[in-house]
Nanobody, 116 residues
Framework: QVQLVESGGGLVQPGGSLRLSCAAS????????MSWYRQAPGKERELVAR????????NYADSVKGRFTISRDNAKNTVYLQMNSLKPEDTAVYYC?????????WGQGTQVTVSS
């Protein structure tokens, strides 16, 4: 069974850091591009960061560029999102997504709350 399990979310003060992890199983992880999305209350789900199947290419939403870093460890079937200099507007449920078109798999999400 395909599984994407996010972890590492929580409550952090503005300016703080969190590292999200997404552990994958049940598919050929190294064949899939991986992405992080987020959805805040009342807003559309938005792409935060994306990494190619090999890890050779990344891209980021302008709102997180320079603060967030996506990475992957294909030997561990895990993708990460390092989030630094967090802002209240980063508060959202963060979702992991695996894509090898036409296939797409989603994780269940993990809550990130940035508040003083």
């Amino acid at each position: 069974q395909v599984q994407l399990v996010e972890s590492g979310g929580g409550l952090v003060q503005p300016g703080g850091s969190l590292r999200l992890s997404c552990a994958a199983s049940g598919f050929s992880f190294s064949s899939f591009a991986m992405s992080w999305y987020r959805q805040a209350p009342g807003k559309e789900r938005e792409l935060v960061a994306r990494i190619s199947n090999t890890g050779g290419s990344t891209n980021y939403a302008d709102s997180v560029k320079g603060r967030f870093t996506i990475s992957r460890d294909n030997a561990k079937n895990t993708v990460y999102l390092q989030m630094n200099s967090l802002k209240p507007e980063d508060t959202a449920v963060y979702y992991c997504k695996a894509v090898a078109k036409p296939l797409a798999y989603w994780g269940q999400g993990t809550q990130v709350t940035v508040s003083s």
